[in-house]
């Protein structure tokens, strides 16, 4: 936390950037390639925009960035975002059962509210929990999802701990026609269509999730006869649209919408049942995005806007309208956000600068029932401005400075700096990056009647990372060191469930990336995560949701080298800690269950534009349960027709 004053005094440079930059420069800007489909962190990829907040080639930014394009998105059957991220080095995805069933996730051990999404560069989270399920989110319309491993709040603010992840929407006028089948009721067609820059895209996905799991037996007691999940059922129904216009003169018109609506069952732990729970959630999005470019310089304004209607009803009552039951009813959540950027390219040196205002709220609204009763209302806003410049020294060696001055109303203000470099050692790469991180308390944490702490300060983290990479030795390999330290950590205590700042932690870990060169069409990968320690300082317990090991292996023949494409995933994941008692004693529930799952898929290209996809997710049967008390469900087989 820094005064008020501070922040005004850091402010001033960085929007004093903004006016020195906007004139012409001399030198040219470089462009680069476009990106090729891949999944690793290698400069083959081609262009990235998250990283540094502007189009750069992948090999000039110092963050650890990873890359799921859209043809490793179909290869594979991903259709929510939080099934194209579970293979993705360093990215930890928690779900609570099959498709419509919640995911928690976090990069390199933080958690949802510490991780940043963002669509197309803009954050989507709600106004009041500041997370968004990734189990939810479709990726019809999604061109590409960029990861970002690295603290990141320099140039995106609140909640960019851990990185960011951030989903690239692109509408093609293509026209796209897609039909599945699977077990668990599993069905999903999704069509997309469009003449000149105008195209849209539909979606409907629906399943029963009706399955089969094992008895579960934990070491603190709690054990769970085998059964049948029931009360998991997912109807989704998502559609998109995009335009893209060039106005002549250097400007770019580009407007993107959707409306995504989910009704899913809720049927709570094994150990709580909740067997008539329902909810139904109903996202809208909007983005506006005008460019304009000038010599080596692109202003860019943005104006976007997420709102999202949460209705819940956790009683028979409910559902059949004869009572109001207890809980939560409706909540009501809204974020829109206006972003100046202005970003200049030379022969030896690069700026990104910018302001970002927001404003999120909340309506929370309960029955009679519950106190209090009516409904409460929040809202919170932020004004910022940040400026980033990149210099290479020489063809060997680049530093990168950023600053962003914040202030939040109610929180305060902070200070977000960052220092970045990278250095070509030969047939190596070293890059490394040291910076601030923070997150705002959400208007849950505030305002939340009964359950709230309005005294609640901003967290505050170190981060740094370092990695060394050898973008030409066989396919590619690296080897990255990472750490955070962090105070004034919000957590929940889980008897009173009020939020308070009482933890410090520590993280540290490794990262191995590893790519074999094609051969024969062939494309073999690997990657480590050790999170070798992660330890909340204050009580010296390990931090719930980080597994010690999660380990990714990979083999793809895509369509390049002929008709017929194939490949499998193998992922492993370590046993992760539940939550602590934090009056001391055992954990509240076991740990997270340990263990390895398998996916495969063989396509066959029947025609020029029709391929059909047979796929096996959980290809071992495996009865395990990612959240504690949740299983996941058995094998799936799934049979898909689409025109590419």
């Known amino acids: 936390m820094v005064s008020l004053q501070r922040t005004r005094a850091l402010l001033a440079p960085c929007v004093l950037g903004v006016a020195l930059f ?57 259709l929510t975002i939080g099934d194209a991220l579970a293979n993705v080095p360093g990215v930890d995805i928690f779900s609570y059962g099959p498709f ?43 061109e590409r999802i960029e990861v970002v491993e690295s603290g990141s709040s320099t140039l995106y603010g ?6 960011v992840i951030n989903i690239i929407t692109a509408v093609k006028a293509q026209p796209y026609l897609r039909y599945s089948d699977a077990t668990y009721g599993n069905q999903d067609v999704a069509a997309q269509a469009g003449v000149g820059g105008l195209a849209v895209s539909f979606e409907r996905h629906t399943a029963t999730n009706i399955f089969d799991y094992p008895a579960f037996n934990y070491t603190g007691g709690n054990a769970t006869p085998a059964g049948t999940r029931v009360n998991d059922a997912a109807q989704q129904t998502v559609a998109r649209i995009s335009y893209l216009a060039q106005l002549g003169a250097g400007w770019t018109a580009r407007l993107a919408a959707g409306d995504n609506a989910i009704d899913v069952g809720v049927p709570g732990g094994l150990s709580f049942l909740t067997p008539y729970a329902q909810q139904a959630t109903n996202r809208t999005d909007g983005l506006l995005d005008l460019s304009h470019t000038a010599g080596n310089g692109t202003l860019d304004l943005t104006l976007s806007s997420v709102g999202q209607k949460l209705k819940y009803a956790d009683t028979l009552a409910d559902l059949t309208g004869g009572g109001p039951g207890f809980g939560e009813q409706d909540t009501f959540d809204g974020r829109s956000q206006v972003s100046l950027r202005y970003t200049m390219s030379a022969a030896n040196s690069d700026l990104v600068t910018g302001v970002d205002l927001a404003r999120e709220s909340a309506l929370l609204t309960f029955p009679p029932s519950t106190p209090p009763q009516g ?47 990278r250095v070509k050692l030969g047939v190596a790469q070293l890059t490394g990056n040291v910076s601030e991180s923070f997150r705002v308390p959400t208007l849950v944490d505030l305002y939340y009647p009964g ?14 990372d370092t990695t060394l990479s050898f973008p030409h030795v066989a396919g590619g390999v690296s080897f990255g060191y990472f750490g955070r330290d962090g105070s004034n950590l919000i957590v929940l205590d889980p008897a009173t469930f009020l939020p308070f700042n009482a933890s410090r932690v520590s993280v540290n870990g490794l990262q191995i990336t590893v790519a074999a060169p094609p051969l024969a069409g062939l494309r073999l990968s690997a990657s480590l995560t050790n999170l070798y320690r992660a330890i909340d300082t204050s009580t010296g317990v390990r931090l719930p949701s980080t597994p010690p090991i999660i380990a990714t292996l990979g083999i793809e023949r895509p369509f390049d080298a002929g008709s017929l494409a194939f490949g499998a995933h193998l992922r492993i994941v370590g046993s992760s800690p539940d939550v602590p008692n934090l009056g001391g004693g055992p954990s509240l529930a076991d740990p997270y269950d340990a263990y390895t799952t398998a996916d495969a898929f063989i396509r066959y290209r029947i025609a020029k534009s029709a391929i059909i996809s047979a796929r096996i997710m959980n290809l071992t049967n495996q009865g395990y349960a990612p959240i504690f008390g949740y299983p996941a469900p058995g094998r799936t087989l799934q049979l898909e027709l689409a025109t590419r």
């Open 375 to 421: 409904a409460v209302g929040a809202a919170q806003s932020q004004a910022a401005a940040y400026a980033q410049a990149g210099y290479n020294v020489s063809s060997a060696l680049r530093l990168i400075f950023g600053v962003r001055g914040e202030h939040d109303a109610p929180a305060g203000s902070v200070v977000a700096p960052s220092f970045g470099t």
């Open 451 to 464: 359950f709230s702490n309005p005294s609640l300060l901003p967290e505050k983290l170190s981060n740094y």
């Open 100 to 142: 419509g069933g919640q995911n928690n996730y976090g990069i390199r051990g933080t958690t949802s509210a510490q991780t940043l999404i963002l669509q197309d560069g803009m954050p989507i989270a709600t106004g009041s929990n500041g997370i968004v399920d990734l189990g939810s989110l479709s990726t019809i319309g999604v």
């Open 158 to 163: 609140s909640g960019a701990t851990g990185g």
């Open 22 to 78: 906007c004139a012409p420069s001399l030198a040219a800007a470089q462009t680069a390639p476009a990106p090729a489909p891949s999944a690793s962190a290698l400069p083959e990829i081609g262009n990235v925009t998250t990283s540094d907040r502007h189009n750069e080639p992948i090999a000039n930014t110092t963050h650890p960035t990873f890359v799921v394009d859209r043809s490793t998105i179909e290869a594979f059957g991903s």
